[in-house]
Structure formats: structure tokens, C-alpha cells
């Protein structure tokens, strides 16, 4: 069995985590259907049926077991409690579809525990797990309880070779895998076969295709590793409980991504950092991705509607919107590239628009840690709570600032010293941004 266990650490601050616990033995699969054909689930069928719309399966395990490229699963309305292990792909030209069957709400559950809000690490026990490298998943109008786990096939080796090198503050090595040290998308499709030779890992895989479409999903959100060229769109992620991880994360070489539309709101706070409990997070060198037209609301405590940290890079955020969060924007460890344009944040607590903020205390700009080539114009701030600034920032170089509706500035003591320097601009100019000025526009 390929590992699905989790070496992570607290991604910010650089605490070790623990391994999460492996994914169990797959079951073994029923007889396949054809291609192209469909499978009827409802809660008064039986798991010896084939499997028709007159004697419909029971369990959409057996369903999934029974699927092959091209199968669609149609689920009929009521409450199917089971976790469901996904270990088979369909394929880019016929994807397996689970769906709802039309004839009302389907919920997709299982008892899972709950860990510690202290976890500093996402959670593993979910209601769907993809796993080993599946490709080419859709669901689509359902129910889900207890989130989706999607991992690539030993992307715990990928993800360990690349942590080693954040210690190490080895920047110049992770910035030779293709596409991250300049823009290249089309570069960055080959990173899996390059992580395959530098992690030593011929079994090495990415779980690609996958898409969530118009779901509820609640207690635990939607996790990626290493998985590649997905959507997650229209969906609902709300009331995700605490040590569980953001609504939506994506990690370790995710790239590709389109996530638009969705409406993220009441992750429960950690007490651990601020990265268990964001609305959309990218992490660990997940580039290219499009964050688009999402709503993140109402994140106690820390809370971060969207961030990127650890080499994320080459991303754009647009049409975005964040209301009664910590911070709305944030651009936290080492990301290259990315741009933030036309987003808004309402009612922020902290700042409605972050740069790398830990980097304040460095005399100059690094490319280990500080933003590089950022992009943020014409986003909009409003209804600052208390002392919170529009934007902050503790390390940028060659960062591009013009057209921000933005009032108020916390810029480091060096970065006002360095900036132009530093090929960084205000609103066209190499001056800093002061501590209060009137807002521009686009």
C-alpha cells in the first residue's frame, strides 16, 4: 500500500508536526460496469443489485468499486453514512461522476473523530478519501459531512524533500523545480516527473482532474496535496470545526486550480496558528492557481480569508470578496508572482491587506522568505475595526502597489528604508506608502 501519511509542520512558524495516521487497506472492487454507463445508489437498494435505476446498489462504495472511466453515479435522495475510499481515476476525456439524481438532497457522511483544536496539521479522517494518485473525479450537488481528503501517491516524500529545504533556507533549490523560479506554466507540468528523480521516488503521482460543483460542505473542508488542474466551484463550506484545517487547502505542488465561486464562512478558531483555520489557503509551492470570485466571511479569532505561504507563487486572486475576518489578503512566506487584483475586504480586525509580515525585522528583502514580484491593485478596504491598518507589509521587493482604495499603511521600519531600492512602487512612485493617505483608484 502507498503511504498516505502527512509529515507537515506548522507551516509559518516552522514547527514540526506529527504523521497523519495512513488511509486504510482499499476494499476490493466488485465487478466493473462499462464505460460510459451509470449507477444507480438509494437508500432502498441492496450492494447486490447491479446497480439500475429499478434495483439501484445500497452503498456508494460499492458504486465507486464498480465505476470505471466514464461511469456516473446517481445518488438518490436521502442520508448515506460511510466513509468512501477512492483509489481508481477516470480520465480527462471521461471522468467518474458522482452526482445527485434529481429527486432530492443526498447527504454523504461518516463517523469520524475530531481532533484537538491545538492540531497543528489538516486531518486526514474524512468522508472522501482520493488517494494513491486518483485522477478525474467529479461530485457534484451533494451533501458532505466531514470534508474530502485528495492526496497524490507518496506526496508525503515530495512534500518532506521540500520542508527540508525551507529549514535549510535553501531557496535557490526549490526555485530550479519547473515553473517556480519564473513564469512558465506550461514548465510547472512537469514538476511531478522532476520530483520523481530529486525525491528518489519513481512511484511519485498527483491526483489530477478532480472537481467539487455546487456541494454543502460542512465540519471538516475540502484538503489537495499535491493534486493538480481541479475546480472546486459554487460550493457552500461553512461550520468546519476547529484543528481540522481551512475550507479550502491547497498543498504541497498543487497547481492548476480553479476556485471560484464558493462561499466560505465559520471555520472554528485553532489554538495553534493562523493556518488551521484561513477560508482558501494555498501552501508549500501550489503555483498557478486562480482564486476567483469566492466569498469568505465571518472567521473568528485569527482568521485569514485568503492566504499564501511557503513558496506559493504565480497565483492571481481576483473579484474576491472577505467581511468579518482578521486579515482579508495575505501574502505570507516567499511567494513570487502572485497578483492580487479587484478584491474587497469589509469589517477587518487586523489588516485588509498583508505582506509577508514576519519579514519586518530583516535589514533587507530575502528571496527565502519575503514577497518577490507581488501585484496588488485596485483591491478595496472598508469598515476597519478599531486600529486595523488597510495594509502591512514586512518584506517585498519588485512589488508592484497602485490603485488601492486603502487609507492606512504599517510598512516595517527597513522596508521604508529599502523600498525603492528594492525595484518596489507606490502608486507609480519609489516612495513608500506613508502611514495615512487618501485612497486611489483604478
Known amino acids: ?83 468512501i475510499k477512492i483509489r481508481k481515476s477516470g480520465t480527462a476525456s471521461a471522468p467518474i461522476t458522482v452526482t445527485n ?10 463517523t469520524q473523530p475530531m481532533p484537538a483544536c491545538s492540531s497543528n496539521q489538516p486531518d486526514g479522517m474524512r468522508t472522501i478519501l482520493i488517494i494513491d494518485g486518483s485522477d478525474y473525479w467529479t461530485f457534484q450537488g451533494l451533501n458532505i459531512v466531514n470534508g474530502v481528503y485528495a492526496t497524490g501517491s507518496d506526496a508525503g516524500n515530495a512534500f518532506a524533500w521540500h520542508n527540508t529545504l525551507v529549514e535549510k533556507g535553501d531557496w535557490q533549490t526549490r526555485r530550479k523545480v519547473p515553473g517556480a523560479g519564473s513564469y512558465s506554466p506550461t514548465a510547472a507540468k512537469q514538476v511531478i516527473p522532476y520530483l520523481r528523480t530529486v525525491t528518489k521516488t519513481p512511484t511519485l503521482d498527483s491526483a489530477d482532474g478532480i472537481k467539487f460543483l455546487n456541494n454543502t460542505i460542512t465540519k471538516k473542508g475540502l484538503f489537495f496535496r499535491m493534486s493538480s488542474y481541479g475546480v472546486v466551484s459554487g460550493n457552500k463550506i461553512t461550520d468546519v470545526a476547529c484543528g481540522t484545517g481551512p475550507g479550502v487547502w491547497l498543498i504541497t505542488f498543487s497547481n492548476g486550480w480553479q476556485v471560484t465561486k464558493n462561499d466560505v464562512s465559520k ?6 496558528k493562523h493556518f488551521m483555520q484561513e477560508g482558501i489557503r494555498l501552501g508549500t509551492s501550489s503555483n498557478y492557481n486562480s482564486v476567483t470570485n469566492n466569498n469568505v466571511h465571518d472567521l473568528a479569532g485569527d482568521g485569514r480569508a485568503y492566504n499564501t505561504d511557503v513558496d506559493s507563487s504565480w497565483n492571481t486572486f481576483s473579484g474576491n470578496k472577505a467581511t468579518n475576518v482578521a486579515i482579508g489578503y495575505n501574502d505570507q512566506m516567499s511567494g513570487w508572482g502572485n497578483v492580487w487584483k479587484n ?25 527565502n522568505s519575503s514577497a518577490n514580484k507581488i501585484n496588488m491593485t485596485c483591491n478595496v478596504v472598508s469598515k476597519p475595526v478599531g486600529t486595523a491598518k488597510s495594509f502591512g507589509v514586512g518584506g517585498t521587493m519588485y512589488g508592484t502597489y497602485a490603485g488601492n482604495a486603502w487609507t492606512t499603511a504599517q510598512v516595517g521600519k527597513n522596508v521604508a528604508v529599502y523600498w525603492g531600492k528594492y525595484g518596489n512602487t ?17
Open 1 to 83: 500500500m502507498k503511504s498516505t501519511s502527512f509529515p507537515t509542520r506548522a507551516l509559518a512558524a516552522g514547527v514540526a508536526g506529527s504523521a497523519l495516521v495512513a488511509a486504510p487497506l482499499a476494499l476490493t472492487a466488485g465487478p466493473a460496469s462499462a464505460a460510459g454507463t451509470t449507477i444507480d445508489v438509494a437508500v432502498t437498494g441492496n450492494d447486490a443489485n447491479p446497480g439500475t435505476p429499478s434495483a439501484p446498489l445500497r452503498t456508494v462504495q460499492a458504486a465507486v468499486d464498480k465505476a470505471v472511466a466514464g461511469t456516473t453515479i446517481k445518488i438518490h435522495k436521502g442520508v448515506y453514512d460511510g466513509q
Open 101 to 110: 439524481a434529481g429527486d432530492g438532497a443526498v447527504t454523504l457522511t461518516s
Open 267 to 272: 471555520i472554528a478558531p485553532s489554538t495553534w
Open 343 to 367: 478584491n474587497s475586504v469589509t469589517s477587518f480586525r487586523t489588516y485588509g491587506f498583508g505582506v509577508r509580515l514576519m519579514d519586518g525585522k530583516l535589514t533587507l528583502p530575502s528571496y
Open 426 to 442: 507606490w502608486n507609480g512612485t519609489k516612495s513608500a506608502p506613508p502611514k495615512t493617505f487618501a485612497p486611489s483608484s483604478c
